[in-house]
């Protein structure tokens, strides 16, 4: 869960900041019982269908870092 986008412009700091801030949230929710990982599963795989289905770098590695919220 430590990956930021590495490459093509990951929209700058908004976006590492952005997902920083979901990666906490969803550790924080999940360490206080409030969300199981079933929970984190769904949201995931929410996020995921969420993502232009393109074949291009910038997609590519958004599915890469939401994947990384699984762990």
Same mark, same amino acid.
């Given at each position: 869960?430590?990956?930021?986008?590495?490459?093509?412009?990951? #929209? #700058?700091?908004? #976006?590492?900041? $952005?997902? &920083?801030? @979901?990666? &906490? /949230?969803?550790?924080?929710? *999940? !360490? %206080?019982?409030? /969300?199981?990982? !079933?929970? @984190? $599963?769904?949201?995931?795989?929410?996020?995921? &269908?969420?993502?232009?289905?393109?074949?291009? *770098?910038? %997609?590519? *590695?958004? !599915?890469?870092? @939401? *994947? #990384? /919220?699984? !762990?």
């Amino acid at each position: 869960m430590n990956d930021f986008a590495t490459k093509g412009q990951p #929209g #700058g700091a908004n #976006g590492m900041a $952005a997902l &920083a801030i @979901v990666r &906490a /949230l969803l550790r924080h929710l *999940e !360490k %206080s019982g409030m /969300l199981i990982p !079933k929970d @984190v $599963a769904t949201i995931v795989t929410d996020a995921l &269908a969420q993502i232009p289905n393109e074949n291009n *770098e910038r %997609s590519n *590695e958004a !599915k890469h870092l @939401v *994947e #990384g /919220l699984r !762990k």
